[in-house]
């Protein structure tokens, strides 16, 4: 979905992936990058490997997390916090439906600013 309306409608240049492929492949991240890192917890250790590693390239990073006070929280230079509620299970439906609403929302943003 975010892939679709930023690069399809739009244009804008979207890659998507796995925190763990990204620092087994050591994949391309420049300072004119925005990086977006989504986790229920915002304590997931891949997906902080991987945030410090656009950190350490220079690009703006965005976290969308649950956990308020999180890692991802503290560390990225904005984000959003869903406010979902407690996390029971691993992959509670009310979060993963809040993700993929923050995004969609952060997408069509996007594409205002650009029209």
Not at 41 to 49: F, N
């Amino acid at each position: 979905m975010f892939y679709f309306i930023l690069y399809i409608i739009i244009g804008v240049p979207v890659t998507m992936e796995i925190a763990s492929d990204l620092l087994d492949r050591e994949g391309p991240i420049y300072r004119e990058d925005t990086a977006v890192f989504v986790s229920q917890s915002g304590e997931t250790a891949d997906t902080l490997l991987a945030l410090q590693y656009a950190l350490d390239n220079g690009a703006l990073c965005v976290g969308i997390t649950n956990t308020v006070g999180s890692a991802i929280a503290r560390n990225t230079h904005c984000g959003v916090h869903i406010n979902a509620g407690a996390e029971i299970g691993v992959a509670s439906t009310k979060v993963n439906v809040a993700f993929k609403d923050v995004i969609f929302f952060i997408s069509f943003y996007i594409v205002l600013l650009f029209v």
